[in-house]
């Protein structure tokens, strides 16, 4: 396990990249599936999560994103294994990431410690139909004049790589992972030439802390911080919860005057015992918000019990076999 541990230290201290972060989620806290690999099995059922993002609304082109993950515990070799679907799109661009999870879980007095890594694939694409260059003719047709931009949707494919660690116990849980660790490189063919898109390697850490109020009352702050290994991006909520029935938060998402993006509010309830259901809004606090009208996020979180909870019998001799 410590030459686990001194890999991952590695390669988090290693790889530096150039471009944008993994998709945001305000949400996530509900939602760690998708951004560490090493939480399949942290739970004692089937864990399944969809989640649907809409960012800065009104804005065309703006990021939209779409996730689903399940995972579930195998206790027969102290392991989690999972799924996980991520579909975001940004203006011309899509990008779709598929993993499957698996994590080595060991059991301690004080909690669970994990190691994990999802292996996958992602492909990306470009919808050339709704790019424009500044020299292009679009009268009667597209015309780029530029040969390393696509007329029309044009995608690829590339191999993906996850790893991370986490740490949970009934208050406590905190984890770090790196995704998109390859930084593979997707081809897409323009009309004449072709291009290299890579997907850069990012770093996520994740933590939070359940604080007992009183009997129906649980508070748990958690924070998110991402990065790119050049630019970072935190986001912090505070959430409320009534009997484990009923939620409500706030969060807040910014680390410096620069990168400061939006508050906002959060809300979900317990349908039934195995369906919990939520959403958030983010009012946006930069200059976008003269032209966005925020950001709407919701979930569904399904969960299906695998282990029996019940108490063993009471044993009774019986004289006559004795």
């Known amino acids: 396990m410590k030459n686990i541990f001194a890999t991952l230290a590695l390669i988090l201290a290693f790889f530096g990249v150039q471009a944008q972060l993994y998709p945001q989620f305000t949400n996530f806290a509900h939602n760690r599936n998708v951004l560490n690999p090493a939480v399949s099995g942290s739970?004692?059922?089937?864990?399944?999560?969809?989640?649907?993002?809409?960012?800065?609304?009104?804005?065309?082109?703006?990021?939209?994103?779409?996730?689903?993950?399940?995972?579930m515990p195998i206790y027969r070799i102290k392991s989690g294994v999972g799924l996980m679907v991520v579909n975001d799109m940004l203006g011309a661009q899509r990008t779709t990431t598929v993993h499957a999870t698996y994590a080595y879980r060991m059991k301690f007095k004080f909690g669970n410690l994990a190691a994990g890594v999802g292996l996958g694939f992602f492909q990306k694409?470009?919808?050339?139909?709704?790019?424009?260059?500044?020299?292009?003719?679009?009268?009667?047709?597209?015309?780029?004049?530029?040969?390393?931009?696509?007329?029309?949707?044009?995608?690829?494919?590339?191999?993906?790589?996850?790893?991370?660690?986490?740490?949970?116990?009934?208050?406590l849980y905190t984890g770090v992972s790196v995704n998109n660790l390859l930084a593979s490189k997707v081809t897409i063919d323009g009309q004449g030439s072709s291009s290299k898109i890579s997907t850069p390697r990012s770093l996520n850490f994740l933590a939070g802390y359940s604080?007992?109020?009183?009997?129906?009352?649980?508070?748990?702050?958690?924070?998110?911080?991402?990065?790119?290994?050049?630019?970072?991006?935190?986001?912090?909520?505070?959430?409320?919860?009534?009997?484990?029935n009923f939620h409500g938060g706030l969060a807040f998402r910014g680390s410096t005057a620069n990168n400061?993006?939006?508050?906002?509010?959060?809300?979900?309830?317990r349908l039934v015992k195995q369906l919990h259901i939520g959403y958030s809004y983010d009012f946006s606090l930069s200059k976008l918000n003269q032209v966005n009208s925020g950001s709407h996020e919701v979930f569904a979180r399904y969960i299906i019990n695998i282990k029996d909870g019940s108490k063993p019998g009471k044993i009774i001799y019986n004289p006559r076999f004795l």
Do not use: C, M
């Open 211 to 244: 604080i007992e109020l009183n009997r129906n009352l649980k508070l748990q702050p958690n924070v998110l911080l991402q990065s790119d290994f050049r630019t970072f991006q935190t986001s912090v909520n505070l959430i409320l919860y009534y009997k484990d």
């Open 43 to 71: 739970e004692e059922y089937i864990d399944i999560v969809a989640l649907y993002r809409a960012q800065w609304v009104g804005i065309e082109g703006a990021p939209s994103t779409q996730s689903l993950s399940a995972s």
């Open 125 to 171: 694409g470009i919808d050339g139909g709704k790019l424009r260059s500044p020299e292009g003719i679009y009268t009667g047709g597209i015309n780029h004049q530029d040969n390393f931009i696509p007329d029309q949707l044009v995608s690829g494919i590339a191999p993906d790589l996850s790893v991370g660690i986490y740490f949970n116990n009934k208050k």
């Open 260 to 269: 400061i993006d939006g508050f906002s509010a959060l809300f979900g309830v």
